[in-house]
């Protein structure tokens, strides 16, 4: 079951200078991920810049862009519904891919907030809307404010 076993994570983001790169096919559900994000982001007092991309394949680009100009962590938002072609299967491979490259190649941390489901009440259920059970927005954030300190803290 998705979220169980999830760490609790909270991060005092004072300072922080936080990417939340965002898709934006399906409105409905990016509209709650990319408000779990800023939530949790508020929360924490750092500082959010947010750039909208097309769809979920164009944000490891975003995301490399804003770890080059001075982002302390990046939070990437998006989501890929199975269909019935291999496309889904491509788009997750690499937006995973590409994040993950992003992430050490930079040594910026990036949230991965890039819900990958087999249809839109898996993907509403996770978006942090009202009656959704989880807020992977808001974990996203949560989670690369989280490594930003702790890389922070290793580097000191």
Do not use: N
């Amino acid at each position: 079951m998705s979220g169980t076993g999830a760490p609790r994570t909270t991060a005092d983001g004072t300072g922080l200078r936080v990417a939340v790169v965002a898709a934006q096919w399906h409105a409905t559900v990016m509209d709650g991920l990319l408000a779990g994000a800023e939530r949790a982001l508020a929360r924490a007092e750092a500082t959010a810049q947010v750039v909208r991309v097309p769809g979920s394949f164009e944000l490891p680009v975003a995301a490399a862009a804003a770890a080059r100009a001075g982002a302390d962590a990046v939070v990437a938002l998006g989501v890929v519904v199975r269909g019935e072609t291999p496309h889904f299967d491509y788009v997750c491979r690499a937006a995973t891919d590409g994040l993950t490259q992003v992430a050490v190649i930079t040594g910026v941390p990036v949230g991965f907030g890039v819900l990958t489901v087999d249809d839109e009440a898996q993907a509403l259920a996770r978006a942090g809307l009202a009656g959704s059970t989880e807020d992977k927005g808001a974990e996203a954030a949560e989670a690369a404010m989280a490594t930003a300190v702790a890389l922070r803290d290793l580097r000191a």
